[in-house]
């Protein structure tokens, strides 16, 4: 990840520490995984930006390194100067983090004294009344090499991923809208206004490429290869294993083609009726490899997966908000039928028939699960709906917890807990989301936030 350092100064505080930000702002962006994008000390006055016409170069620097940097870096060594900074980022689109260096007690006096604590205030002002976005975490005052402020890049990389990807997205609706389940009804003209352009394929197309792929196609062959490494077959008949490796290799012909960076599929009850395979293993497997999917024909959701995918860097995955946790009001069980990717579950998981389908349909009608529990610890939740052309979603955090699941319980479950659960349910349930909900590994809520609310437009619900 590249980003763009704009390092301001103010001529009646120290110069001196100007060269001082420009190398210590190189090395914590360093030791984070960034490469910074800076202009050349000599282009203007200390290799900062003062004066409007200073402010009108670095803009022109920004100009020949646009789609270069995902985000921008604004730091005040001292108290800087408005009108300098406001000439230089008039174009900039990208997120933007204010970091102002703090005051040293015993360093106040004239010669040492900075106050970009009161030129921060400042800058937010101006920036406010210019309409533009930008970030700040607390601590008000960081200094670039301390933990505080890696912990805050760590977080902007996070906003960055998800508003590089998701400001223009292409989501795969694969199949209608699953019939059983009006809750997972969407806006797809408020989607396009938020930057998300709906592809839909019919399933009748998702059959023709299945059909034209043979069970020793290299592609099949390579998709039956993902599914041994993810999945214990157990008593699976012979042959289903070759089914699910050529819908697997259809899915990513679709993918490919038509150049999709997350997907909902319609998961039954087509598929089970025609080839007796469910695809959940399928979808933990795209899941893994980085292309969010998700099941039921969940449009919205597989948004919110995009976004925790993209601030975790890891996997996310789809479940039901499904069961009380017997009397114990803080937690509850999480459950689905076995799409999970394996960083989201204990281990390799456990081949088997969907249940449902083997009772409704017959014996051997729905093989295609990846049975396991969800791994134990912290996660991020989220969901995503939509109403009246705005595009909502709530985010929080929780723990999955080791806590025993009857044996006999179907699918692939987990404990979840959370401080005032019954009050977040009762919340998510008058804000009108469905039963499913989003997850990935970490506390990545912060940045989703600032991500989807600050730059992308979408509405918060508390819960």
């Not at 282009?43 to 270069?68: N, P």
């Not at 989501?171 to 003209?189: H, P, Q």
């Not at 999480?334 to 456990?350: E, I, R, V």
Request: proline share 4%; with cysteine; charged share 25%.
């Amino acid at each position: 990840m590249k980003m763009a350092v704009l390092v301001a100064n103010r001529g009646f505080f120290p110069s001196s520490v100007i060269e001082q930000a420009r190398s210590q702002l190189t090395k914590a962006l360093t030791d984070a995984g960034i490469e910074p994008i800076m202009i050349d000390e000599n282009k203007v006055r200390y290799g900062a930006v003062e004066t409007t016409l200073e402010g009108m170069v670095y803009h022109d620097f920004l100009e020949q390194h646009h789609g270069e940097y995902d985000g921008l870096i604004i730091s005040l060594p001292n108290f800087g100067d408005e009108n300098g900074i406001k000439a230089a980022i008039k174009d900039v689109n990208v997120p933007i983090l204010l970091q102002a260096y703090p005051d040293e007690i015993g360093h106040m006096d004239f010669e040492h004294r900075r106050d970009a604590f009161c030129g921060k205030l400042g800058l937010g002002s101006v920036l406010k009344q210019m309409g533009t976005r930008f970030t700040s975490f607390p601590p008000f005052t960081v200094h670039p090499l301390s933990e505080e402020f890696a912990s805050q890049l760590k977080k902007f990389k996070a906003i960055c991923r998800i508003v590089k990807r998701m400001k223009h997205m292409r989501l795969g609706a694969i199949g209608a809208r699953t019939t059983a389940f009006k809750s997972v009804r969407y806006d797809e003209i408020a989607l396009e206004r938020h930057g998300i352009d709906v592809e839909t394929v019919d399933l009748s197309a998702v059959f023709a490429i299945f059909e034209s792929i043979e069970g020793d196609a290299p592609e099949a062959v390579k998709w039956l290869d993902y599914i041994k490494s993810s999945v214990n077959f157990g008593e699976m008949p012979a042959g289903k294993d070759v089914l699910l490796a050529r819908l697997g290799a259809t899915f990513e012909t679709i993918i490919n083609t038509m150049k999709l960076d997350c997907v909902a599929i319609r998961c039954w009850d087509e598929l089970e009726k025609k080839y007796g395979i469910a695809p959940c293993c399928l979808l933990g497997i795209l899941n893994h490899m980085g292309i969010p999917a998700a099941c039921e024909l969940d449009v919205t959701n597989a948004i919110a997966m995009m976004a925790l995918s993209l601030a975790s860097e890891g996997s996310a995955g789809l479940l039901d908000w499904n069961n009380n946790y017997g009397d114990e009001p803080d937690k509850c069980i999480l459950f689905h039928c076995g799409p999970l990717a394996m960083d989201l579950m204990t281990g390799k998981g456990t081949m088997q028939q969907h249940l449902m389908f083997a009772k409704t349909y017959g014996n051997n009608s729905g093989w295609g699960l990846n049975v396991d529990k969800i791994v134990p610890g912290e996660i991020t939740f989220s969901s995503v709906r939509n109403e009246d052309g705005r595009v909502e979603f709530y985010v929080g955090n929780a723990e999955i917890t080791d806590d025993e699941i009857e044996p006999a319980f179907f699918g692939t479950p987990g404990v979840l807990t959370a401080p005032n659960l019954q009050s977040k349910l009762q919340n998510i349930f008058e804000g009108g989301f469905r039963h499913h909900v989003a997850i990935t590994r970490g506390d990545v809520a912060e940045a989703v936030t600032e991500a989807l609310t600050k730059y992308l437009g979408y509405t918060k619900v508390d819960i």
